[in-house]
């Protein structure tokens, strides 16, 4: 084995719009920390940005146009909503009937958000995510955890009214911790802006009924960890709501043999790390999400979702909540949060490996192997998301 070959990852938890919507990008971790031969510490979102599409938003029992599509021009956006006649004193005896008018509002945090031609759209999210879990070997329990605080940038732009094109780019600070039974611990801190990436987005059908989209989009980590994703969403519309499904697959292709969570210890002058699976092929992921978006009040909505995700060596189940508010039709405010509620990381067995320091090719082979049995495995994130529309 080559030392400029030999890459290590540390996989971290992370919940994460999607793609609010979060983000996503979110999952088998929606961040991944990795450690190269040159000690450098990266991380990587891996999780799709989660607002990236919407339909036609608010609606009103109104008499709309014959056009099937919900995306016309600024002028077509324009429709009357005729209110029940008036039985007050005043309007029987004059027979008069009420009309108001009323422009369609589109939603930038509905779940199928997508810019029109010429338009852009801005959504910066800030979050925190926590993961953490236990792990009990021959030599003594242990407690692992991750907290990040991290700002992305997803921004789109309509080439067509059915095609848009995508750019994003995020920082992180991240911190982890291993704590052992006595209670000392060994942390590992790394701040960096490392995630940059690009893609398409098509709106595949526009009905007063159903909207779909299909992306595509490519993400780099800094230090050598590609991503090529792709996903597929449909909904339906009832009402003021907007039921819909999601299929997400992707590729994480990074260097080195092996990934994991990677930490050091450098007044012992050791390194250990918990290996999670191989990397040296590319590892095949999988998400599959189901969801409501709901319109509360003229400048409210709601984003209810659950996803089921295969991340390689575990599977996941999570529940995400969004509450949005929109007072105009060019900017919003979208509060979340996630939570997963069942993981089959729980009563797994893993090898940690223990070597001195340097980590080079001889310590590697000569690291001692320590199998470890994890328990307690949560994962929740909370944040913020800032949309403008212009």
């Known amino acids: 084995m080559k030392i400029k070959n030999f890459g290590l990852v540390a996989v971290v938890a992370s919940m994460v719009a999607l793609d609010a919507n979060a983000g996503a990008r979110s ?27 919407y339909d036609d938003g608010y609606r009103y029992q109104a008499r709309r146009s014959n056009r099937s599509s919900l995306y016309g021009s600024s002028a077509e956006r324009d429709y009357q909503r005729v209110e029940p006649e008036m039985t007050t004193k005043t309007t029987y005896k004059t027979g008069e009937t009420y009309k108001k008018t009323a422009r369609r509002k589109y939603f930038i945090a509905n779940p199928f958000y997508q810019p029109l031609q010429g338009q852009f759209g801005s959504v910066t999210t800030g979050e925190y995510l926590e993961g953490k879990y236990n792990f009990a070997m021959s030599v003594g329990d242990a407690k692992r955890k991750l907290s990040e605080w991290s700002i992305k940038e997803d921004l789109s732009y309509g080439l067509t009214d059915r095609i848009a094109l995508q750019a ?62 792709a996903d597929i969403k449909a909904g339906y519309k009832v009402a003021t709501s907007t039921i819909y499904g999601l299929a997400r697959a992707w590729v994480v292709d990074m260097e080195g043999d092996y990934y ?79 939570t997963s509620i069942y993981d089959s990381a729980n009563k797994k067995d893993l090898d940690i490996y223990v070597g001195n320091l340097p980590l080079n090719q001889v310590t590697w082979y000569d690291a001692v192997v320590v199998p470890a049995e994890l328990s307690k495995f949560h994962e929740w994130s909370a944040g913020l998301q800032v949309m403008f529309q212009f």
């Open 27 to 53: 999952s088998m971790y929606s961040s991944i920390n990795m450690r190269n031969s040159d000690g450098d510490t990266i991380k990587i979102n891996r999780s799709v940005s989660e607002s990236r599409a």
């Open 168 to 229: 994003m780019a995020k920082y992180n600070s991240d911190k982890l911790k291993w704590q052992d039974n006595t209670g000392d611990s060994d942390v590992y801190k790394n701040r960096d802006l490392n995630l940059f990436g690009f893609g398409v987005q098509g709106r595949i059908v526009d009905t007063n009924d159903w909207i779909s989209t299909v992306s595509g989009y490519y993400e780099h980590q800094k230090h050598g960890v590609d991503y090529y994703i």
């Open 260 to 338: 994991g969570d990677y930490i050091e210890d450098p007044d012992n002058n050791i390194w250990q790390m918990m290996k999670y699976g191989k990397s040296s092929d590319p590892l095949f992921m999988g998400e599959l999400a189901a969801g409501v978006w709901t319109v509360l009040a003229e400048d409210w909505t709601l984003n209810v979702e659950g996803m089921f995700g295969y991340y390689d060596w575990h599977n996941q189940l999570s529940v995400k909540g969004a509450f949005g508010w929109q007072p105009n039709d060019w900017f919003a405010l979208n509060l979340y949060a996630k």
